[in-house]
């Protein structure tokens, strides 16, 4: 019954992908013909409402791109991130699939001189069938995420309700059972709905688990799955009995449910969001990993090396006018530098404007208090300001730190810090910053280190590199000022 709701589910987003897929294509024509012929479209013929559009080209590709990046597949308790990720590579595929075919078929819409009108656009001009495939990506991408997002709302809230309901079997009665229970019955938006229990011992010793019906042992599973209609099983099987795994999983085989493994790994020590991969055949799960591995990582960089390099040329004159305001207030040198640990607890020499009498005094393992008289009249301000920093876009370019990312300490810090703040090293599976999420909110100084910390580690595992536009956004607009700071 299920799967003929779920199929009914997916020939009405595919008639709706349809439409708005053609709509995304009807709106790109539309802004060409205004933008490029000056006049809303009007044309006498109706063939050309559907060929001027390219809808006998777009629509079909669209959907067939929609497919292949997964959008049909019953994933309740998908994240609308990852579904937007999907719809993303959908619209990617769909226009470069429709150049490709156009060029193939010899269509107008590519060629080198078609078009009489044409756009200007960033300093470059497009003949406007070249503008309206332009058009056509960004409008399609936010059409079909606005549409796939309302979709999502309407059926977590049916749902919610008690529709369209799950039906799940959890295998094992013990605390990792319980926790399956909770969870999947706290997110009844997903629309699973517990409806039976199967303890992890051979037979069973209790009729009801959590107000829960206890079908059998494990020895009854199979039988259990003959006799009752459950859409999916949850197998949440205690440490001492993960011997029992492969074979239930192969006796799994038999029954046409969806499977999922709860690992018997409390949630203190996932850090981060576990991911399976596979290496020559061999599963692997991946416990713990640097976000920054891949393109992440390249992109972050490029962002990096832009900024600090455009920083530094817009506040040459800012830093040249600290440099002198630092070297007539005090004897020593301007740039202060020391220790500190980054990605992978690699160590580097920070660079600052210095801000004490004495070099010496500021390489102190101490932290600096409330009118601490090391700190001259200009460090001050420049600490208050967070100017004294400005030398560290040098670290960035340098490939030692990020724009964004935790603040570095100093090496012997880290060593007490690691024993006495559980999960504190996970600051260290990204680059050191000139700010972050912490600063952002207000965290620089005197201030709660577990706090710090838990925004730091909140960083880390949920890090994207719009994140980091964000907080350089929120750095930018909250001001560099911290009373905080001395």
């Given at each position: 019954m299920l799967k003929r709701r779920h199929q009914l589910f997916v020939v009405v987003l595919f008639v709706l992908d349809a439409l708005v897929v053609?709509?995304?294509?009807?709106?790109?024509?539309?802004?060409?013909r205004l933008l490029a012929e000056?006049?809303?479209?009007?044309?006498?013929?109706?063939?050309?409402?559907?060929?001027?559009?390219?809808?006998?080209?777009?629509?079909?590709?669209?959907?067939?791109?929609?497919?292949v990046s997964g959008l049909y597949r019953p994933r309740r308790d998908r994240t609308l991130t990852s579904e937007l990720l999907d719809v993303a590579r959908a619209t990617g595929f769909t226009i470069g699939l429709l150049v490709f075919v156009l060029?193939?078929?010899?269509?107008?819409?590519?060629?080198?001189?078609?078009?009489?009108?044409?756009?200007?656009?960033?300093?470059?001009?497009?003949?406007?069938?070249?503008?309206?495939i332009l058009l056509l990506a960004p409008v399609l991408f936010v059409l079909l995420s606005s549409h796939r997002a309302i979709f999502r709302t309407?059926?977590?809230?049916?749902?919610?309700?008690?529709?369209?309901?799950?039906?799940?079997?959890?295998?094992?009665?013990?605390?990792?059972?319980?926790?399956?229970?909770?969870?999947i019955e706290r997110n009844s938006w997903t629309g699973m709905r517990p409806a039976g229990f199967v303890t992890h011992h051979p037979e069973a010793r209790?009729?009801?688990?959590?107000?829960?019906?206890?079908?059998?042992?494990?020895?009854?599973?199979?039988?259990v799955l003959d006799e009752h209609e459950f859409d999916a099983v949850y197998l949440a099987l205690p440490g001492t009995r993960a011997g029992e795994l492969p074979g239930l999983l192969q006796m799994l085989d038999r029954h046409a449910v969806d499977v999922r493994v709860v690992p018997d790994v409390p949630?203190?020590?996932?850090?981060?969001?576990?991911?399976?991969?596979?290496?020559?055949?061999?599963?692997?799960?991946?416990?713990?990993?640097?976000?920054?591995?891949?393109?992440?990582?390249?992109?972050?960089?490029?962002?990096?090396?832009?900024?600090?390099?455009?920083?530094?040329?817009?506040?040459?004159?800012?830093?040249?006018?600290?440099?002198?305001?630092?070297?007539?207030?005090?004897?020593?040198?301007?740039?202060?530098r020391q220790r500190r640990v980054s990605i992978g607890g690699e160590q580097f020499k920070i660079y600052k404007f210095r801000t004490m009498y004495d070099q010496a005094a500021e390489a102190s393992p101490a932290w600096t208090q409330r009118n601490d008289p090391r700190v001259t009249h200009v460090?001050?301000?420049?600490?208050?300001?967070?100017?004294?920093?400005?030398?560290?876009?040098?670290?960035?370019?340098?490939g030692e730190m990020s724009l964004v990312g935790p603040r570095p300490e100093r090496p012997e810090l880290i060593e007490r810090f690691r024993e006495d703040w559980r999960g504190y090293m996970l600051r260290h599976h990204v680059k050191a910053g000139m700010t972050g999420w912490a600063q952002v909110n207000g965290l620089r100084g005197d201030t709660s280190l577990r706090k710090r910390v838990q925004y730091d580690l909140f960083y880390v595992r949920n890090w994207s590199l719009l994140f980091d536009v964000r907080i350089l956004i929120l750095t930018l607009t909250r001001g560099f000022v911290n009373r905080n700071a001395y």
């Open positions: 053609a709509a995304a294509a009807m709106s790109a024509w539309s802004i060409r000056r006049t809303f479209p009007h044309l006498s013929e109706w063939e050309d409402w559907l060929k001027e559009p390219l809808l006998l080209f777009v629509v079909p590709l669209g959907l067939i791109c929609i497919r060029w193939a078929v010899g269509n107008d819409a590519i060629a080198a001189g078609s078009g009489s009108a044409g756009v200007m656009f960033y300093d470059a001009r497009f003949t406007a069938p070249r503008f309206q309407v059926l977590r809230r049916v749902r919610a309700r008690g529709w369209n309901q799950r039906h799940v079997l959890i295998v094992g009665t013990g605390r990792l059972g319980q926790v399956a229970f909770r969870t209790r009729e009801t688990f959590l107000d829960t019906r206890v079908l059998g042992g494990l020895t009854q599973l199979d039988r949630t203190r020590y996932i850090p981060q969001a576990m991911t399976v991969a596979e290496l020559d055949g061999m599963p692997v799960l991946s416990y713990r990993e640097s976000p920054l591995v891949g393109v992440g990582g390249m992109n972050k960089r490029t962002l990096d090396v832009i900024g600090a390099v455009v920083a530094i040329v817009l506040l040459s004159p800012l830093m040249l006018a600290v440099a002198a305001a630092v070297s007539l207030s005090s004897h020593g040198p301007v740039i202060f460090g001050r301000f420049l600490r208050r300001t967070s100017l004294d920093e400005l030398p560290q876009l040098f670290n960035v370019v340098r």
